[in-house]
């Protein structure tokens, strides 16, 4: 499977994905933000009938992640919806992961809680897509959270979740490169019973996005406050066959009732060149039409996406290409769910009907300087050829990331991680943007 990065570069546009609170709804976030704490201590306290079995609790893990997330979006041009947004805030997600009880058929329970505090930022500025929106007052909520609970049984080499997801399918992908993640909930059955088969299938029925403390049905995502037709929700199923250390091939099926249906087909090809060069290629296809009761009118997109990378030493050097045919645009779900199975996925995604994007990358690994967990990553993606509505002229837009991280190797402060990433944007139709985003992260191990 491809390299999916799931850190602050799996980035959603701006425009895309501006999830806001309903007026008048503003002074119930602190409350509910509050009482998203008070479950998650019920949720862990839910755990104590287990507790005596020695593998549950022995095995069992509760970790507190922080997370101090800044983000600073400058729009350019006369046509800007808005100068400039951004906002600066502390969040915390602490996860239980217990063990299994004895026997053939082996229980367990997992609990998670997010909540998030605004630092600053708000005062007039417009939805930044890393908190809550309040429209009434113009200005990001002062904080948010949500907990949730997954149970597990686990057979043999077969386990099946109920509750809270955080999937990394190709038809489902959380999103955590802002401050809460999003999630998903349903069920979910994983199965490794074949030698080199991984098999999962499912069904979600909610989606609890980034930007939001509710849990809401998955519906297509068109535009900011676009019409939203829920759907009872998204079913998949698929798998990953690995033929060798160096080849594998994946498909997976997802249909979201009434909306679309999308079929996936991966394959990832690893080889040493030699001299201490190695290629590593990634095909990936997509196949999106409509199902059912067409809740927004047909959909009809094929995505094809090639991205190699060439490795020598401490140096990667990366070149994709990723097309869309047909009458539609790649299908997203609430709030601009992300898809980093895309080759070009990144800020602006290059997923708009008949959009051809080429991608350029680097990256860099210091730690042949001497400087281990410093690394470096750039990328240029150009896309054209982007069909607008009427008989308006085809679009292009480009975009340029710079990451640089640094993860502390040792001392008390082992694992902390500190990254900036800095986007520039530019829209042919659109408002040009420059976007800088500082974030720090550590995980506590409480056992």
Same mark, same amino acid.
């Given at each position: 499977?491809?390299? @999916? &990065?799931?850190t602050?570069?799996?980035?959603a546009?701006?425009?895309a994905?501006r999830?806001?609170?309903?007026?008048g709804?503003?002074?119930?976030?602190?409350?509910?933000?509050?009482?998203?704490c008070?479950?998650a201590?019920?949720?862990?306290?839910?755990?104590?009938?287990?507790?005596?079995?020695?593998?549950?609790?022995g095995?069992?893990?509760?970790?507190?992640?922080?997370? +101090?997330?800044?983000l600073?979006r400058?729009?350019?041009g006369?046509?800007?919806?808005?100068?400039?947004?951004?906002? %600066? !805030?502390?969040?915390?997600?602490?996860?239980?992961?217990?063990?299994?009880?004895e026997?053939?058929?082996?229980f367990?329970?997992?609990?998670?809680a997010?909540y998030a505090?605004?630092?600053?930022?708000?005062?007039?500025?417009?939805?930044?897509? /890393?908190?809550?929106? $309040?429209r009434?007052?113009g200005?990001?909520?002062?904080?948010?959270?949500?907990?949730?609970?997954?149970?597990?049984? *686990?057979?043999?080499?077969t386990e099946?979740? #109920?509750?809270?997801?955080r999937?990394?399918?190709?038809?489902?992908?959380?999103?955590?490169?802002?401050?809460?993640?999003?999630?998903?909930?349903?069920?979910?059955? /994983?199965?490794?019973?074949?030698?080199?088969?991984?098999?999962?299938?499912?069904?979600?029925?909610? @989606?609890?996005?980034?930007?939001?403390?509710d849990?809401?049905?998955p =519906?297509?995502?068109?535009?900011?406050?676009?019409?939203?037709?829920?759907?009872?929700g998204?079913?998949?199923?698929?798998?990953?066959?690995?033929?060798?250390?160096?080849?594998?091939?994946?498909?997976?099926?997802g249909?979201?009732?009434d909306?679309?249906?999308?079929?996936?087909?991966?394959?990832?090809?690893? &080889?040493?060149?030699?001299?201490g060069?190695s290629?590593?290629?990634?095909? *990936?296809y997509? $196949? +999106?039409?409509?199902?059912?009761?067409?809740? =927004?009118?047909?959909i $009809?997109?094929h995505?094809?996406?090639?991205?190699?990378?060439?490795?020598?030493?401490?140096?990667?050097?990366?070149?994709?290409?990723?097309?869309?045919?047909?009458?539609?645009?790649?299908?997203?779900?609430?709030?601009?769910?992300?898809?980093?199975?895309?080759?070009?996925?990144?800020?602006?995604?290059? @997923?708009?009907?008949n959009?051809?994007?080429?991608?350029?990358? =680097?990256?860099? $690994?210091?730690?042949?300087?001497?400087?281990p967990?410093?690394?470096?990553?750039?990328? =240029?993606?150009?896309?054209?050829?982007?069909? *607008?509505?009427?008989?308006?002229?085809? !679009?292009?837009?480009?975009e340029?990331?710079?990451?640089?991280?640094?993860? #502390?190797?040792s001392?008390?402060?082992?694992?902390?991680?500190?990254?900036?990433?800095? @986007?520039?944007?530019?829209?042919?139709?659109?408002?040009?943007? +420059?976007? +800088?985003?500082?974030?720090?992260?550590?995980? %506590?191990?409480?056992?």
């Amino acid at each position: 499977m491809a390299e @999916i &990065v799931t850190t602050s570069l799996a980035t959603a546009p701006l425009a895309a994905s501006r999830a806001t609170t309903p007026a008048g709804h503003r002074q119930a976030l602190r409350p509910r933000a509050l009482a998203a704490c008070i479950q998650a201590a019920s949720l862990l306290g839910l755990l104590g009938p287990l507790a005596a079995q020695a593998d549950f609790v022995g095995d069992s893990q509760l970790n507190l992640g922080l997370r +101090n997330f800044y983000l600073d979006r400058d729009f350019r041009g006369d046509a800007a919806p808005t100068s400039r947004v951004g906002s %600066w !805030s502390q969040g915390f997600d602490l996860r239980f992961t217990s063990g299994y009880t004895e026997g053939p058929l082996r229980f367990g329970l997992d609990a998670s809680a997010q909540y998030a505090y605004r630092l600053d930022g708000g005062g007039g500025r417009g939805p930044d897509t /890393a908190l809550p929106y $309040d429209r009434s007052a113009g200005e990001q909520v002062r904080d948010y959270g949500r907990a949730a609970l997954t149970a597990k049984v *686990r057979y043999s080499k077969t386990e099946l979740t #109920v509750g809270e997801h955080r999937p990394m399918l190709p038809v489902a992908f959380f999103d955590d490169s802002r401050q809460l993640a999003s999630t998903f909930h349903g069920f979910q059955i /994983a199965s490794k019973e074949v030698d080199n088969l991984s098999l999962t299938a499912g069904r979600f029925n909610q @989606i609890g996005t980034r930007e939001s403390s509710d849990h809401e049905k998955p =519906y297509l995502f068109t535009r900011p406050y676009g019409p939203r037709h829920p759907s009872d929700g998204l079913n998949f199923a698929g798998g990953i066959y690995t033929f060798s250390p160096n080849l594998s091939a994946s498909y997976f099926y997802g249909q979201l009732e009434d909306i679309y249906q999308q079929h996936y087909l991966g394959l990832t090809h690893n &080889v040493a060149l030699g001299n201490g060069y190695s290629l590593k290629t990634d095909l *990936r296809y997509y $196949d +999106n039409s409509t199902d059912g009761d067409a809740l =927004y009118g047909e959909i $009809d997109n094929h995505t094809y996406g090639l991205l190699s990378s060439l490795k020598k030493g401490a140096h990667t050097f990366s070149l994709g290409y990723q097309r869309m045919l047909g009458d539609s645009g790649f299908p997203t779900l609430n709030g601009f769910t992300p898809q980093p199975h895309l080759v070009n996925w990144s800020a602006l995604a290059f @997923i708009k009907p008949n959009e051809s994007s080429w991608q350029t990358r =680097y990256n860099y $690994d210091f730690a042949a300087q001497g400087l281990p967990g410093l690394r470096l990553m750039t990328r =240029y993606i150009r896309g054209t050829g982007i069909k *607008r509505a009427g008989n308006l002229s085809d !679009s292009s837009e480009s975009e340029r990331d710079l990451y640089l991280s640094y993860v #502390v190797q040792s001392g008390p402060l082992q694992g902390l991680s500190v990254g900036w990433l800095n @986007i520039d944007a530019k829209l042919q139709h659109g408002s040009d943007f +420059n976007e +800088n985003r500082l974030i720090t992260t550590y995980t %506590w191990k409480l056992w």
